[in-house]
């Protein structure tokens, strides 16, 4: 018994040192593998853009009269400048890059197209950010548009959880439990297509949110 006893903490610390060096090495792979990855990416050379999946907003949402939602929120100088925002992305070019690094591009694209694919992917994720606050100053205005606003912001890939948020929670205000379901179900498989770590914990939120509704 003594001798069990003795020996547990030398196997327990045996198995940690183990543990704490696969986890080194793991690491030191991982770092090996993407220095290799981003020295090949230096040398790629420049590639035509034309089959970029380009975001295109529809006119509409720059023709909206947005004076009633400025005037009705209780933070109109932040919706003043979301919709400013999207004004100057009206003719602007923007890509959806979530989840690509820098490293991605340039393999894919060329490094010489870096650049300019980063000007796109920012522009993308101001529009996103834009649409979503939006999306939320409508709810209490003009709910149609709001979930116009909403559900674009999904269908081109946005991955701010306030957004499926948002519009779970106007789905559960105004449908029925079939159609209730339906939508969660492609809320949810939206979440699940996203190439960005909000993917899981928005999937996570809409299946939670469905049993209490249920409950």
């Known amino acids: 018994m003594k001798l069990f006893v003795f020996a547990t903490p030398l196997i327990i610390a045996l ?17 090996q593998e993407f220095f290799e990855k981003e020295r090949k990416s230096n040398f790629v050379k420049k590639k035509p853009l034309d089959s970029l999946n380009y975001v295109k907003v529809p006119d509409k949402f720059y ?23 999207l004004m100057k992305l009206k003719d602007a070019k923007m890509v959806n890059f979530l989840g690509k690094t820098n490293t991605d591009l340039k393999l894919e694209y060329g490094t010489g197209n870096l650049e300019i694919l980063m000007e796109y992917d920012q522009n993308f994720t101001s529009l996103i950010t834009c649409l979503e606050e939006i999306g ?10 709001a979930k116009e606003v909403l559900e674009f912001s999904i269908n081109i890939g ?12 106007m789905y559960i205000e105004e449908s029925s439990e079939d159609m209730l379901a339906a939508k ?10 996203l190439n960005s770590p909000m993917g899981p914990s928005i999937v996570r939120y809409i299946e939670q949110a469905g049993v209490e509704n249920e409950a």
């Not at 939320?136 to 548009?145: H, N, Q, S």
């Open 136 to 145: 939320e100053a409508a709810l209490t205005v003009d709910k149609a548009y």
């Open 15 to 31: 198995l940690i040192a183990l543990a704490i060096k696969k986890s080194d090495y793991k690491k030191e792979q991982d770092a």
């Open 158 to 169: 946005s991955d701010i959880s306030s957004t499926y948020k948002n519009l779970l929670n």
């Open 63 to 85: 023709e909206y009269s947005y004076s009633k939602l400025i005037k009705a929120n209780e933070h109109p100088e932040a919706i003043e400048k979301a919709v400013d925002q």
């Open 184 to 193: 969660k179900e492609k809320l949810i498989f939206m979440a699940k297509a």
